[in-house]
């Protein structure tokens, strides 16, 4: 396989739809994506039966499109990378669907892509010259994890969430502060007007070795004083910038043991809850305190997009064994750690 590839990458993990076209020499050629939010914001959360609908109804004129921006033609597709796991099973197999009869139309390699690798990776497409060994802080909807990156495809788990990953914390106390879906960027706007320091929370495990993390304590935390605080404006806000505060804390904190037992000072962070301003801001503070440096991907890359599938293709396309053929690969769970190193790139 040659060095230069131009790769669609399709994802579908959950309730967005997006494609994007790589060119490992270009860059990012085209990027197009569609939420879901306005469709499940009535039920309060993400409805899989749904997601999976619209995905099969978008595919099609996304993909056009992104195609046209790019001025690509689809047989000047070197490959085609979708998102194999974890995810919504029939989100995810509508999006593999689509993907593989496309590299069969087109007699093109498929490629089936983590999506906790594509997040890990997305910060690296801005930034060609960083690469390896590095920590990362992996904050995306249901999963909350530190790694220590030895290469790509070589992952070991640092610390992980015991129970909420951040995402989900975010978004239930969010419900519980009656703020609208997707509660996460609600309640960090609803916390810019509330005072950190009215209400105490814990800070769970921080007085516990090692990285992993919890965070359903803060939600029930947070319920408790809302209860106490019925129709009371300005205690939501504060409530909303007390948990916000103890969750940066924690993240904070794990962050930099990860970097000491690892023995790095390079740490990437990726997913939607990397868009969170004060999270940016106290751990760039933090690690520069320490001579150490943060990367982290533009905050319309945190969140599920093509971009991310089609840059970890271009990179997995090296490796003869992350070529899937025509089998729909497709896993709800999917564990990093499983991942193989792409052997050119070890």
């Not at 593989?100 to 990776?121: F, N």
């Not at 497409?125 to 070589?154: C, E, K, T, W, Y």
Request: glycine share 8%; aromatic share 6%.
């Amino acid at each position: 396989m040659t060095q230069t590839a131009r790769v669609l990458g399709i994802e579908t993990s959950c309730d967005e739809t997006g494609i994007a076209v790589w060119d490992s020499a270009r860059g990012l050629l085209s990027h197009k994506l569609y939420s879901q939010v306005k469709t499940h914001r009535q039920y309060g959360g993400v409805v899989p039966e749904l997601a999976s609908r619209d995905h099969v109804r978008r595919l099609p004129q996304l993909t056009v499109d992104a195609l046209e921006e790019a001025g690509c033609l689809p047989t000047e597709l070197d490959a085609i990378a979708y998102t194999a796991g974890p995810g919504l099973i029939g989100a995810l197999m509508s999006g593999a669907s689509f993907a593989c009869a496309m590299a069969y139309a087109l007699d093109r390699p498929a490629l089936a892509i983590h999506h906790m690798e594509a997040h890990l990776l997305a910060p690296l497409m801005d930034n060609p010259d960083f690469s390896p060994p590095f920590a990362a802080l992996l904050v995306s909807g249901g999963h909350s994890l530190l790694m220590q990156v030895d290469r790509i495809g070589q992952y070991t788990c640092l610390g992980q969430s015991i129970d909420d990953a951040v995402g989900e914390a975010f978004d239930k106390t969010a419900r519980i502060l009656d703020l609208p879906y997707p509660g996460g960027p609600a309640l960090a706007k609803l916390a810019e007007r509330g005072d950190p320091e009215r209400f105490h929370f814990p800070r769970p495990m921080l007085d516990r070795e090692g990285c992993d993390m919890s965070f359903s304590g803060l939600k029930t935390h947070a319920r408790r004083l809302a209860e106490a605080h019925p129709e009371d404006a300005q205690a939501a806000a504060d409530i909303a910038a007390g948990f916000q505060e103890a969750v940066v804390d924690v993240l904070v904190a794990k962050s930099q043991r990860a970097l000491a037992q690892s023995g790095l000072d390079h740490l990437v962070v990726a997913g939607g809850v990397g868009a969170n301003r004060r999270l940016r801001s106290r751990l760039a503070q933090a690690l520069e305190e320490n001579g150490q440096q943060v990367l982290w991907p533009p905050p319309e890359y945190c969140t599920d997009n093509g971009a991310m599938i089609a840059f970890a293709g271009s990179l997995r396309l090296r490796d003869p064994a992350a070529l899937s053929g025509l089998e729909i690969r497709s896993r709800a769970r999917w564990p990093l750690e499983e991942l193989a190193s792409p052997s050119p790139l070890a």
